[in-house]
């Protein structure tokens, strides 16, 4: 296990990373959820690569032990949580696992923000880290109405039967602010939330992707230290 685990946190200090992880978002963004019914994780094998993969991203990159304790704990109480649920029979859990799989887009994300902006050298592959990012804050807010609509019902929005992919087309034309008016928030938290998730999409490019890219790139910095 411990072999395992190391092979992750190299998996985590390589450039190369960001570039998986923003082919593998994009997929999951622009493919696999756009023709999913129901929010599943997948199979207990898909299930133990994602817990492992936030793990060692934590390992790898943080210092701070209480954060690794906090990482680790959650990834335990998730994968239990999910895998006494698997059939949705019981409902508060369905709450719970929705709310764990938002903190697990949450920390993916402060992971990889925190891999682009090491060390301060622009390349692409952090600039395709950074745009990981942004989708993966629009994956959160899915997450988060999922929850809220396994609270408070299917009233929360002006469609009757929505579904994740409708939940992930909502949160994308919410955190783009294109706002198409197919899909309607109708609970004040919901509305709350979608005004939060409008702003964060307009300050992420402005503020995050910009001060990447004034960064000084690779190249220019070797030929400054020869």
């Not at 709310?99 to 923000?113: E, K, R, Y």
């Not at 910009?210 to 070797?222: C, G, N, T």
């Amino acid at each position: 296990m411990n072999k395992i685990l190391k092979r992750f946190v190299n998996f985590w200090e390589s450039e190369f990373s960001l570039t998986i992880f923003f082919v593998s978002i994009i997929l999951l963004n622009f493919v696999i959820i756009p023709f999913s019914d129901n929010f599943d994780s997948g199979t207990i094998l898909e299930k133990t690569l994602y817990l492992l993969v936030i793990v060692s991203g934590a390992a790898a990159l943080s210092e701070n032990k209480v954060f690794k304790f906090l990482v680790s704990a959650f990834s335990v109480i998730a994968f239990v949580v999910w895998l006494f649920n698997r059939d949705h029979s019981i409902h508060w859990l369905d709450i719970i696992d929705a709310s764990l799989q938002a903190i697990f887009f949450l920390i993916l994300l402060v992971l990889i923000l925190m891999k682009v902006y090491k060390g301060g050298v622009f390349t692409m592959e952090r600039l395709g880290g950074a745009v990981a990012g942004f989708l993966l804050t629009a994956n959160v807010f899915t997450a988060v109405y999922l929850m809220m609509s396994l609270i408070y019902g299917v009233g929360i929005f002006n469609v009757p039967n929505i579904n994740i992919a409708s939940l992930n087309h909502f949160s994308f034309i919410t955190i783009t602010t294109v706002g198409y008016g197919d899909i309607i928030p109708i609970h004040p938290v919901v509305r709350s939330l979608s005004n939060l998730e409008a702003v964060i999409g307009q300050l992420y490019p402005a503020v995050l992707i910009a001060r990447l890219i004034s960064l000084q790139p690779r190249k220019k910095q070797k030929e400054e230290n020869l």
